[in-house]
């Protein structure tokens, strides 16, 4: 996607074009880096939609074209932490804040360095396989599930749900979005029963929402399932710290010079995982409400209209990062914004970069001899950038 990228933050940067967001005929999309950022820092721009809402979007006709399949998935997605505005947006992060913080994270890391050691004793027996389905995808998704404090049969519920949430990014027909739906009533009929019947005190994810929620209501049932499938789906389902495991590894891997460079010296971990991230953004775009109307870039973005910020092209603008289509890393300067900026900051930052810190640090002390084995495939979605496939040997 990069030399698209590439021509329409030099000739239209600030660009109106078809949108698949459902309810909005098409969105802008913003492609230079300082206009990212400063969308991002602007109150002027927001989640919740104005005068309406995803699931009963009636005010304006015009924005109206929610599909009814698609109903359901909006009226789960419009209660995530990542989709409301302040002072909701507020006190659902301020729940989960202290279970992301890096003291927190910190405590998680001989966790997570034993099931990436579980998972590559796997690949060294069978000789190799797929980094991305034996590694870069189970190892996330065991972190987030025991973060959550979900069962086996709930993670596989949460799996698949977040299989149909992606099957939306790439094509949104009713049969798609009936799909979508389906399956979160599915985990929202599990996982009703789930926190109805536990023990309090547990200390994981559902134990702080539903904490919450004890603490006098400050959170619905609605809220508390819907943010449950988020984190599953934020963490590990949509395969965001996948993709920056698989990228980083699939990077590495084949620019043996950088991989060697990293044995000699691992105090480099930290800024190749920064810059697989600048280089290959998991997230490669996110949207906006504008509350009113605001000029970028000599374009005005009207009340109500949808923006599209794309990280993806921010991370590769020469007024910031020099060369920026080379991959380094021993790269020095500004950072990047590949998890996002201003109050919508990810959460799980500190979460992921420790994972693929761990993840790609264990796997080279590990399997120091691995190498590629065929081509790695990209998966077709639009909003993430993330490998189907990456096959090695060893
Ligand atoms: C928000 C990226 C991993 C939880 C975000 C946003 C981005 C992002 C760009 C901001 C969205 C916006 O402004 O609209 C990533 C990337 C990841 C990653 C690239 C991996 C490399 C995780 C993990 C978790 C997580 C492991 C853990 C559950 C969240 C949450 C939010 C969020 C809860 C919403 C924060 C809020 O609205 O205040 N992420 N994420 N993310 N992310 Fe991540």
């Not at 940067?13 to 005929?25: N, R, T």
């Not at 409400?289 to 990280?311: K, N, W």
């Not at 990810?346 to 693929?356: K, M, N, R």
Request: glycine share 10%.
């Amino acid at each position: 996607p990069y030399p698209i990228y590439r021509r329409f933050r030099e000739a239209d940067p600030v660009h109106w074009g078809l949108s698949s967001l459902a309810g909005f005929p098409g969105a802008w999309y913003i492609f230079r880096h300082d206009d990212v950022v400063s969308i991002l820092r602007d109150s002027r721009f927001g989640k919740e939609r104005p005068a309406t809402d995803f699931a009963t979007a009636d005010a304006r006709p015009e924005r109206t074209t929610v599909p009814e399949a698609a109903r359901t998935f909006f009226g789960t997605a419009r209660q995530w932490v990542v989709h409301r505005d302040p002072p909701d947006h507020t006190r659902l992060r301020d729940l989960l804040r202290p279970h992301f913080a890096p003291a927190a994270v910190a405590r998680l890391r001989p966790r997570i360095a034993a099931i990436a050691a579980d998972l590559l004793d796997g690949i060294a027996r069978r000789g190799g396989g797929d980094l991305i389905a034996d590694y870069a995808y189970p190892l996330p998704v065991a972190v987030i599930a025991e973060m959550i404090g979900l069962p086996a049969d709930g993670r596989d519920l949460l799996v698949e749900c977040s299989r149909h949430w992606q099957a939306v990014d790439v094509s949104t027909t009713d049969e798609t979005w009936r799909g979508a739906g389906d399956a979160i009533d599915a985990a929202r009929d599990y996982l009703r029963v789930l926190v109805r019947r536990r023990d309090r005190g547990t200390g994981d994810l559902i134990d702080v929402l539903a904490g919450g929620r004890d603490t006098g209501e400050v959170v619905s049932e609605d809220e508390l399932l819907a943010n449950i499938m988020f984190l599953f789906v934020a963490g590990a389902g949509f395969q965001t710290t996948t993709g920056l495991i698989g990228s980083g590894l699939h990077l590495l891997l084949s620019d043996r010079e950088q991989w060697d460079r990293l044995a000699d010296r691992p105090g480099l971990l930290p800024s190749a995982i920064d810059e697989a991230l600048r280089y290959e953004p998991p997230v490669q775009t996110t949207n906006r409400i504008a509350r009113e109307a605001v000029t970028v870039g000599g374009r005005t973005i009207g009340a109500g209209d949808s923006v599209l910020v794309v990280f993806a092209a921010a991370n590769r603008d020469p007024a910031v990062f020099p060369d920026p289509d080379r991959f380094d890393i021993t790269r020095t300067g500004r950072a990047n914004h590949s998890f996002g900026v201003g109050i919508h900051y990810c959460l799980g930052g500190p979460l992921a970069a420790v994972e693929a810190e761990i993840a790609i640090g264990a796997l080279r002390t590990r399997l120091p001899g691995l190498r590629p084995a065929g081509p790695a495939a990209w998966n077709p979605m639009v909003s993430l950038r993330v490998l189907q496939t990456l096959p090695v040997a060893c």
